[in-house]
């Protein structure tokens, strides 16, 4: 066997175990990407969690939602519970929206969230008051993309 061909073979060599790593570097990062897509959708489930919980375990602060979505007049203090819970609220959504742009959600889980949004807004009047007064805090997109789901003539 001459150096020649010696060569070639361990450059044919060489080339086989850079394609297997390659084909390796691509699996791990799918498993990787897979791995912070469902943390990312856990640590949007918690955040859900918690604010639910806010309301379900704090009865002045469920009585404050019920005042408000009747239109009832709250105390400043009061009103300055309502509008963080809204808040946070809505930064959730927010959240949720991003990462969906960010292809951690797929289309179908992400139309269920929309669906989410429309029924907690559609059973509380405050929030889409909130959202008339504090729309501008929010993202571009995520804002166009409510105004969208609203209803353009929402905010009237």
Request: proline share 1%; glycine share 6%.
């Amino acid at each position: 066997m001459t150096s020649d061909r010696l060569n070639k073979w361990l450059t044919l060599g060489a080339n086989v175990g850079v394609l297997i790593g390659i084909v390796l570097l691509i699996f791990e990062l799918n498993q990787n990407r897979e791995m912070i897509r469902a943390q990312t959708r856990n640590d949007i489930a918690q955040n859900a969690l918690s604010i639910l919980s806010l309301t379900a375990t704090n009865e002045k602060l469920s009585e404050i939602v019920m005042r408000a979505n009747s239109g009832d007049e709250l105390t400043p203090s009061e009103y300055l519970m309502y509008v963080t819970r809204s808040e946070s609220i809505f930064r959730h959504f927010e959240n949720t929206h991003y990462q969906y742009r960010q292809g951690m959600f797929d289309d179908d889980e992400y139309q269920k969230h929309l669906a989410t949004v429309t029924s907690v807004i559609s059973r509380n009047n405050g929030l889409l008051v909130y959202w008339c007064t504090y729309k501008s805090m929010y993202s571009v997109p995520f804002g166009n993309d409510m105004d969208s789901l609203l209803g353009s003539d929402a905010c009237d």
